[in-house]
């Protein structure tokens, strides 16, 4: 197994290719070639299990089955005091709910490693700087603005150094 880590997320696909492209600005050794795996997320949990066992992803489709497909909508760029630009949901509480039933039913994983007491779901976007700021990237993405995306599947995602990829992937709403 090489380094690197898991993220139970939704997928954004509107945004892939913004995504992609700061990707690779960044750091081009996490560009994926799986074509399942999906750089625009809004991470559910993460990161997750490095190793999961065979029951501990029946729970987590048994969560992600108990919840229904939902609306959501991405429009305004916002950023959070660390300097991290992001969109939030609108409404965020079905993102919510999901990280809280994972959370309880893996309380050893707290989101973001518990750095935040009260994870807001976010689309990452870029992190402030001098030529970058939440004006310029709005400017960049008001094509794409506003942006709804339809939440009908969780994925795991495996982040690592030329190593993306989906390792499994869930549908919402098939537990009813």
């Known amino acids: 197994m090489t380094a690197g880590h898991s993220v139970l997320a939704v997928a954004v696909p509107a945004f892939e290719d913004y995504i992609q492209r700061r990707t690779a600005h960044y750091d081009a050794s996490f ?12 991470t559910v949990l993460g990161p997750w299990l490095t190793t999961p066992s065979q029951p501990d992803l029946d729970t987590v489709e048994r969560i992600v089955a108990a919840a229904e497909p939902f609306d959501t909508t991405l429009a305004r760029v916002e950023t959070f005091p660390d300097g991290l630009i992001h969109l939030r949901p609108d409404p965020d509480e079905p993102f919510r709910a999901l990280t809280a039933a994972l959370v309880d039913a893996f309380p050893h994983c707290p989101p973001y490693g518990g750095r935040f007491p009260d994870p807001v779901p976010h689309l990452t976007l870029d992190r402030r700087a001098e030529t970058i ?44």
Request: glycine share 6%; charged share 25%; aromatic share 8%.
């Open 31 to 42: 560009l994926s070639s799986d074509p399942a795996f999906s750089h625009a997320h809004i």
């Open 133 to 176: 700021t939440p004006d310029s990237v709005g400017e960049d993405l008001r094509h794409l603005l506003p942006a709804r995306l339809h939440v009908d599947r969780v994925d795991l995602q495996w982040w690592a150094n030329h190593n993306c990829h989906v390792r499994e992937s869930w549908k919402l709403g098939r537990g009813r």
